[in-house]
Nanobody, 125 residues
Framework: QVQLVESGGGLVQAGGSLRLSCVAS????????MGWFRQAPGKEREFVAA????????PYADSVKGRFTISRDNAKNTVYLQMNSLKPEDTAVYCC??????????????????WGQGTQVTVSS
């Protein structure tokens, strides 16, 4: 089993940047695909980005493509989400997740096995 803890959220003005971190414990994340999801008030949790075990595959949601970058450091058991050119509609709780079973990093939240508690990102206009 793996435990995931996110950090790095906060309040930022539109156009600004934040970098989220997700630190894993319990098992090495090198055996997991990792993903970032977000949930805004009154909305369903939605896919943001994912990264394969080696880092060679990084699918993104269309809404963040070109602005967000997912990366991982397996030696530090950490996954990152660099968020640039933030918009008010990016406001949400951001959660990281781990998938042990699939070959390719999934976009569907039901395919992830472990979840963190999330970190709040608020973008003011």
């Amino acid at each position: 089993q793996v435990q995931l803890v996110e950090s790095g959220g906060g309040l930022v003005q539109a156009g600004g940047s934040l970098r989220l971190s997700c630190v894993a414990s319990g098992r090495t994340i090198s055996t997991y695909n990792m993903g970032w999801f977000r949930q805004a008030p009154g909305k369903e949790r939605e896919f943001v980005a994912a990264i394969s075990r080696s880092g060679g595959s990084t699918p993104y949601a269309d809404s963040v493509k070109g602005r967000f970058t997912i990366s991982r450091d397996n030696a530090k058991n950490t996954v990152y989400l660099q968020m640039n050119s933030l918009k008010p509609e990016d406001t949400a709780v951001y959660c990281c997740a781990a998938d042990f079973q699939r070959v390719n990093p999934p976009r569907n939240k039901i395919e992830y096995d472990y979840w963190g508690q999330g970190t709040q990102v608020t973008v003011s206009s």
